[in-house]
């Protein structure tokens, strides 16, 4: 099984609608992490947490939000979502204290907003 | 926030060695240099990382200047599984990546 997975893998939905993507993780870290890759670009960080009281905006949060409901659990939401939010979004974790921090990513969600 | 400079592509022919450049001229003297990679159609996955010496693993291996303004990351063999997108990334040590647009590595048969 999939150390970390996101869901859905695929979605389409209209203009003002909320959307929420669901990423859980099994590798016990406390870190996680949201990313959105547009075509051609690299990954740009949304929101990440540090642990489960901890919530952080990182480089594009508007119009997103994240709710941290455990330490394996880790939702993003678009509250009315918009045509230019559409774009493969990621969800990664890491631990805590290790030296390589290294960042585990899932498989990706796409996410189509017409 | 340190910036990399990496090509948009390099082309290599299989079971050839690939020399990917990476250029972080504003690096400071905390900053580890991560390398990750981008298969089709999958989220990244990380290779390799080091700060001031060169760093061998079973995937790569990363060759650091002594001045550590570049670094050169080297695939030994390439497969065609090889195929991806390669971000070179500099951390800080506060756990957020930030990726630039990386370097999309062709391979041939």
């Known amino acids: 099984d999939a150390d970390v997975t996101q869901t859905p893998r695929n979605r389409i939905t209209k203009t003002g609608k909320r959307i929420m993507l669901e990423c859980s993780q099994t590798k016990g870290h406390d870190r996680m992490y949201w990313y959105r890759q547009d075509p051609g670009l690299g990954l740009r960080l949304i929101y990440y947490s540090f642990d489960v009281k901890d919530i952080n905006k990182g480089e594009i949060s508007d119009g997103y939000s994240v709710s941290r409901q455990a330490q394996a659990k880790f939702s993003l939401s678009l509250e009315s979502a918009i045509p230019n939010q559409t774009a493969l979004y990621f969800c990664?974790?890491?631990?805590?204290?290790?030296?390589?921090?290294?960042?585990?990513f899932g498989p990706g969600t796409r996410l189509t907003v017409l | 926030d340190a910036k990399t400079t990496q090509p948009n592509s390099m082309e290599s022919n299989e079971e050839e060695p690939v020399h990917l450049p990476c250029n972080h001229s504003?690096?400071?003297?905390?900053?580890?240099i991560h390398w990750y990679r981008q298969l089709p159609s999958q989220g990244p996955e990380y290779v390799i990382h080091g700060l001031t010496s060169n760093v061998n693993n079973r995937m790569a291996s990363l060759a650091i200047a002594e001045d550590r303004k570049s670094s050169t990351l080297i695939l030994h063999r390439a497969t065609l599984r090889d195929a991806a997108v390669y971000y070179c990334?500099?951390?800080?040590?506060?756990?957020?990546?930030?990726f630039g647009k990386g370097t999309m590595l062709l391979v041939s048969p």
């Open positions: 990334i500099l951390d800080s040590g506060y756990s957020t990546l930030t």
């Open positions: 990664a974790t890491s631990d805590y204290g290790t030296p390589d921090n290294e960042q585990f």
């Open positions: 504003t690096i400071s003297g905390t900053d580890y």
